[in-house]
């Protein structure tokens, strides 16, 4: 008779445990205990702790230090090599997207930095439409932006109108063609007016993207962008070139994991 061979204890304790997060524990509540897994399936602690573990290594669950494990909120993720409206990407997620516009004003060329008004070509006296908002998912901020676009190309821009996906509105109702953007990438930590907006700790890890965003190679706009390093998960695919052949390379400076790219 051929025997049975079953899955070591700690893996069918993690996937009855697996079965129950996103049903009976919800993104953002406090997970079982080992202690009370243990008592529950009638394991032993070592076996407990081992199913708990792996599950926080798969990063379906977060531990937090002197308060217990808890389900992970959920987080985004993108492509680097395409822009991706964050709205739409929420949307897909099953997520709640919103955005808080924090300040919207308009100005001439003599306001803007000079390093922005040489990186979009701004003629003197130009006029332009700075703003900074907020994006959430499900009511948790999540990315922090500050833009600034040339009126010329978004007239009568209003508050209203960026209270929503930015991409949406400048191909749709401005019908402009934006035809990519200019990325930098680099980690910071997040100082203390940031992280407050982020509802964060002040020096919390992130990822700051200052970008161009162009249409038929003139500049469309200026961003900085500040993503959470927590919830965002920046993806790239590297093809391997044969000989002769030119490949595309993305220098990140990085210490730390962090997540993607949005309009």
């Known amino acids: 008779m051929q025997s049975i061979v079953r899955d070591p204890i700690y893996v069918q304790v993690n996937e009855r445990l697996r079965a129950r997060i996103?049903?009976?524990?919800?993104?953002?509540?406090?997970?079982?205990?080992?202690?009370?897994i243990a008592s529950e399936y009638g394991v032993s602690r070592a076996t407990a702790n081992k199913a708990l573990a792996s599950l926080v290594s798969e990063g379906l669950l977060q531990f937090r230090k002197g308060l217990g494990t808890f389900v992970r909120a959920a987080t985004l993720d993108g492509d680097l090599h395409r822009l991706v409206s964050f709205t739409e990407r929420a949307?897909?997620?099953?997520?709640r997207p919103e955005t808080i516009v924090l300040t919207f004003q308009s100005v001439h060329t003599e306001a803007l930095e000079p390093n922005v008004a040489r990186l979009l070509n701004a003629s003197p006296d130009e006029s332009f439409y700075c703003?900074?908002?907020?994006?959430?998912?499900?009511?948790?901020?999540?990315?922090?932006?500050w833009r600034a676009l040339p009126a010329a190309h978004c007239p009568n821009l209003t508050v209203a109108k960026l209270e929503g996906s930015l991409y949406a509105l400048l191909t749709e109702d401005y019908e402009l063609q934006i035809t990519g953007a200019d990325e930098e990438l680099r980690a910071i930590r997040l100082?203390?007016?940031?992280?407050?907006?982020?509802?964060?700790k002040s020096g919390s890890p992130a990822l700051e993207i200052t970008a161009i965003g162009s249409m038929d190679g003139e500049a469309l706009w200026y961003e900085r962008t500040i993503y959470?390093?927590?919830?965002?998960?920046?993806?790239?695919q590297i093809a391997v070139t044969g000989p002769g052949e030119r490949g595309i390379g993305r220098m990140i400076s990085a210490d730390q994991s962090v997540e993607e790219n949005e309009s």
């Open 228 to 236: 959470r390093g927590d919830r965002y998960i920046f993806r790239n």
């Open 22 to 36: 996103g049903t009976q524990f919800r993104p953002g509540e406090r997970f079982l205990s080992e202690r009370e």
């Open 131 to 145: 703003f900074s908002r907020l994006r959430l998912v499900d009511g948790e901020p999540m990315i922090l932006e």
């Open 91 to 95: 949307r897909q997620a099953d997520l």
């Open 191 to 200: 100082n203390s007016s940031e992280a407050r907006q982020l509802r964060v």
